[in-house]
């Protein structure tokens, strides 16, 4: 959604609040494709302080899922929106990219809240998820999920030198 700040710039002191929300079904950055999952509403604030300088206040949270980093089963994870900004309209775009350090939002006096949204996201997006403290993960011979059953493959570790006899049994007992 594009909000016009146009209005709000043209009186000092001018307020205006939206409950904003992602669109689309699916948060994507470069690790791929995330289904939202509760998306209650962000409220935003946008105030005209003075002298042509915006106060931008952003605050709720984003549900999303994301898998284990374990056993790959789907976590719901809450990530905060807490955004309070000061930006200087007087600026360039490419001042305001700088004096913000990250990629711009608003563009030619338009704030586009799904990409403030993504940002802030982005910003708190977990490390390492786990469905479980003791998440015992997968099997990494046969891909079975470990938290509901043990799988029939063998786990005894050979030495890596072994690995060549190893193959050679096992050529032999499909004969």
Known sequence: MLIDLSKLLTHEGKQQQVEISPSGDTFSCELGEFSYGEKKPVKLTIKHKENQILNI???????????????????????????????????????????????????????????????????????????????????????????????????????PRMAVISDIFKNFKEV
């Open 57 to 159: 206040r952003a605050k709720g949270q984003v549900a999303v899922w994301i898998p284990c980093s374990r056993c790959l089963e789907p976590v719901l994870v809450s990530c905060p929106v807490d955004y309070d900004e000061e930006i200087d309209m007087k600026l360039s775009e490419e001042e305001r990219i700088e004096a913000l350090d990250e990629s711009s939002f608003i563009q030619n006096k338009e704030l586009d809240t799904d990409k403030l949204l993504h940002d802030e996201v982005l910003i708190n997006w977990p490390m390492r998820v786990l469905c479980k403290e003791d998440c015992k993960g997968i099997c990494s011979r046969c891909g079975a999920n470990l938290n509901q059953g043990s799988c029939d493959c063998d786990t005894a570790d050979l030495d």
